[in-house]
């Protein structure tokens, strides 16, 4: 089993960055793929971001792809979501997910996942 923990959000000023962090509990994390989501107000949750095991394939949705960078430490049990370039429609919680049987883009793809950080983009 795997707990996550987001962190990093915050409010920021569109054209600004942000950088989310997700750490995990448990010796398996590179086991995992791991993603990350994001839920805006009276919305369903959607696929931001998710890499490999080994961090050598990572996948975007259109929405975020050229502004958002999804990175992992498997030393630390750490993944990352570098956002830049950040526009109002960016605000939502987002969450960062643990995927076992390796990627998904779905969250029915994921097994495991963290509390949420809110990230806020004001215009």
């Known amino acids: 089993q795997v707990q996550l923990g987001e962190s990093g959000g915050g409010l920021v000023q569109a054209g600004g960055s942000r950088r989310l962090s997700c750490s995990a509990s448990g010796r398996t994390f590179s086991s995992y793929g791991m993603g990350w989501f994001r839920q805006a107000p009276g919305k369903e949750r959607e696929f931001v971001a998710a890499i490999s095991r080994g961090g050598t394939r990572p996948y975007y949705a259109d929405s975020v792809k050229g502004r958002f960078t999804i990175s992992r430490d498997n030393a630390e049990n750490r993944v990352y979501l570098q956002m830049n370039s950040l526009k109002p429609e960016d605000t939502a919680v987002y969450y960062c997910?643990?995927?076992?049987?390796?990627?998904?883009?779905?969250?029915?793809?994921?097994?495991?996942w963290g509390q949420g950080t809110q990230v806020t983009v004001s215009s």
């Open positions: 997910a643990a995927c076992k049987s390796g990627l998904g883009s779905t969250p029915n793809d994921y097994d495991y």
